[in-house]
């Protein structure tokens, strides 16, 4: 593998112990969830990988830097499916100039 080459991603910070973690309304949350079968839905309702960039976009509009993309994922999911979710992600925020705020967690 050619260690140049893959995507850029930075991760936030763990919080320091002293840090108070922010309070974030749910509405500011937008939920993806990948099952062992690779399916996903977005707050609940199934969606394609094809419609994701334009929820995250529509979702993201309204106020991107206090916006929370939360991801869970089975530990069947393929690397496939995933590293297409980041990008569709990505793809979303990229006309609004700034970085995606991500919460993932390995259901």
């Keep these: 593998m050619d260690a140049g080459k893959g995507l850029h991603r930075q991760l ?9 973690v922010a309070d974030i309304r749910q509405e500011d949350i937008l939920t ?3 099952d062992a079968n ?5 707050n609940g309702d199934s969606i394609g990988i094809s419609r994701i960039e334009q929820e995250v976009r529509k979702f993201a509009a309204v106020n991107p830097k206090h916006r929370v993309i939360a991801i869970e994922t089975a530990p069947e999911t393929t690397y496939d499916t995933y590293f297409q979710l980041q990008n569709a992600i990505v793809a979303a925020y990229k006309p609004l100039k700034c970085t995606p705020r991500v919460s993932e967690t390995l259901r």
């Design 12 to 20: 936030p910070p763990p919080p320091q112990e002293e840090e108070q």
């Design 32 to 34: 993806i969830v990948i």
């Design 38 to 42: 690779n399916q996903m839905t977005l």
